[in-house]
T-cell receptor, first 118, second 111 residues
Framework: GAVVSQHPSRVICKSGTSVKIECRSL??????MFWYRQFPKQSLMLMAT?????????EQGVEKDKFLINHASLTLSTLTVTSAHPEDSSFYIC??????????????FGDGTRLSIL | QQQVKQSPQSLIVQKGGIPIINCAYE??????FPWYQQFPGKGPALLIA?????SEKKEGRFTISFNKSAKQFSLHIMDSQPGDSATYFC??????????FGQGTTLQVKP
């Protein structure tokens, strides 16, 4: 089945640090990847849609200068949390959509990155 | 219009029981309805999915029932096991390809 790998699984760092999270589709090419944020005991909140070779589309209320997304290849998207502060601490999860069949195809998720800012 | 409403918020059943999780939507443009299973500290895993032209889909112990006219769908887990204890999310895919998640249901299956 479709496998999405996310790295690192956990990051603990000091306030003001920038943190990069990688999302890779291992056995398929993904022209579209998605980044979500999940707070404890809550549902997933879509942050942005990442399209290979073009600028990401951010959801309302998500700061694009705070959460930099790069999708430079068909198998890799990165999310950089710039100058992270304690309120950015959360569980970040990426997903990749299977390439065939248009927008109505399933998304496969990575195992998430637990970000803790001290 | 873009919401998917899920209930119950939590559910406890005995081993062998049949938990049922319900979801409802408003937007008739939704055309794909996946269910995801999430264990603590992990990302959601695709469990089973259905399109609105089908009223029921079964994969192993998991069954989706779909009522297009009522705009409702549900997940049934047959012969539930303690290993099924997890959080379950229903979802719908919009015509822009975005996944709209329900609020989630935390299931506990007691031995």
């Amino acid at each position: 089945g479709a496998v999405v790998s996310q790295h690192p699984s956990r990051v603990i760092c000091k306030s003001g640090t920038s943190v990069k999270i990688e999302c890779r589709s291992l056995d398929f090419q993904a022209t579209t990847m998605f980044w979500y944020r999940q707070f404890p005991k809550q549902s997933l909140m879509l942050m942005a849609t990442s399209n290979e070779g073009s600028k990401a589309t951010y959801e309302q209320g998500v700061e694009k200068d705070k959460f930099l997304i790069n999708h430079a290849s068909l198998t890799l998207s990165t999310l950089t949390v710039t100058s992270a502060h304690p309120e950015d601490s959360s569980f970040y999860i990426c997903s990749a959509r299977e390439p065939t069949g248009g927008v109505g195809q399933p998304q496969h998720f990575g195992d998430g990155t637990r970000l803790s800012i001290l | 219009q873009q919401q998917v409403k899920q209930s119950p918020q939590s559910l406890i059943v005995q081993k062998g029981g049949i938990p049922i999780i319900n979801c409802a939507y408003e937007n008739t443009a939704f055309d794909y309805f996946p269910w995801y299973q999430q264990f603590p500290g992990k990302g959601p895993a695709l469990l089973i999915a259905i399109r609105p032209d089908v009223s029921e889909k079964k994969e192993g112990r998991f069954t989706i029932s779909f009522n297009k006219s009522a705009k409702q769908f549900s997940l049934h887990i047959m012969d539930s096991q303690p290993g099924d204890s997890a959080t379950y999310f229903c979802a719908a895919i919009s015509n822009t390809g975005k996944l709209i998640f329900g609020q989630g249901t935390t299931l506990q299956v007691k031995p």
